[in-house]
DNA sequence: CATATGATGGACT
DNA sequence: GTCCATCATATGG
């Protein structure tokens, strides 16, 4: 269903991390298609950022540098966190996926997860990827490819007066820019980055 | 093999 | 609002 190409991913970082807000992030799990819009990115980027794990090397450093269109799962704080390359290969870059709105499956995601309230279920980026059954066995799919099992879809397009940005959560030393793209007014959103 | 660290979440006051 | 459990990586012995 009108999958994104991977030369949409082919570009800076901080353009796909704007560019993929309102798209559908498409997980197929047992047969099921959960899905959810994306409201909530960062961006990352290899050596010149102080908070990219590419820059202490590494197997991650590896897949960043390698081409683009790939989920890149990466466990921090007994979580998983779902990320996308981009940039073509030799230049290092990804994008992390922090929030979505759920659309489809919502039963069952709040089976995987259960929790009480539809906005705790994927309001941050260890919860979605816990809602949508995501582990590191889901590492290095390509997200252009229909046969995958994760894809992003064309969603609706978001207008530019919607989109608010800021610093990005959780980094130690982070860059001048604000590297992190949010839908403005969107429940699902996560609230924890009102930490700044 | 042992240890330190964090792109966090959830439980609790 | 505060606090701490958690575990995949990275790195050092």
């Known amino acids: 269903m009108n999958i994104l190409p991977q030369s949409f991913y082919e570009r800076d970082p901080k353009v796909?991390?704007?560019?993929?807000?309102?798209?559908?992030?498409?997980?197929?799990?047992?047969?099921?298609?959960?899905?959810?819009?994306?409201?909530?990115?960062?961006?990352?980027?290899?050596?010149?950022?102080p908070a990219?794990?590419?820059?202490?090397?590494?197997?991650?450093?590896?897949?960043?540098?390698?081409?683009?269109?790939?989920?890149?799962i990466y466990?921090?704080?007994?979580?998983?966190l779902l990320n996308i390359t981009t940039c073509p290969k030799g230049i290092p870059g990804a994008v992390l996926i922090r929030a979505i709105e759920p659309v489809e499956g919502i039963d069952l995601m709040m089976?995987?997860?259960?929790?009480?309230?539809?906005?705790?279920?994927?309001?941050?980026?260890?919860?979605?990827?816990?809602?949508?059954?995501?582990?590191?066995?889901?590492n290095l799919l390509p997200v252009f490819s229909k046969k995958s099992?994760?894809?992003?879809?064309?969603?609706?397009?978001?207008?530019p007066s919607m989109i608010g940005k800021s610093h990005r959560?959780?980094?130690r030393e982070d860059l001048e820019e604000p590297l992190r793209f949010y839908v403005k007014g969107n429940p699902f959103v996560s609230k924890t980055s009102l930490r700044l």
């Open 16 to 49: 796909v991390a704007i560019d993929l807000l309102g798209k559908i992030l498409v997980r197929t799990l047992r047969g099921i298609r959960l899905a959810g819009i994306i409201v909530e990115t960062e961006a990352y980027y290899g050596k010149k950022d």
């Open 52 to 72: 990219s794990r590419a820059r202490k090397g590494g197997k991650l450093a590896e897949i960043m540098y390698g081409e683009a269109g790939y989920t890149l």
């Open 75 to 80: 466990g921090v704080h007994g979580n998983w």
């Open 111 to 138: 089976k995987l997860r259960s929790v009480k309230r539809l906005e705790h279920l994927t309001s941050g980026p260890g919860k979605l990827t816990k809602a949508l059954g995501i582990t590191k066995s889901e």
């Open 149 to 159: 099992c994760i894809t992003i879809e064309m969603g609706k397009e978001i207008k």
């Open 169 to 171: 959560i959780g980094v």
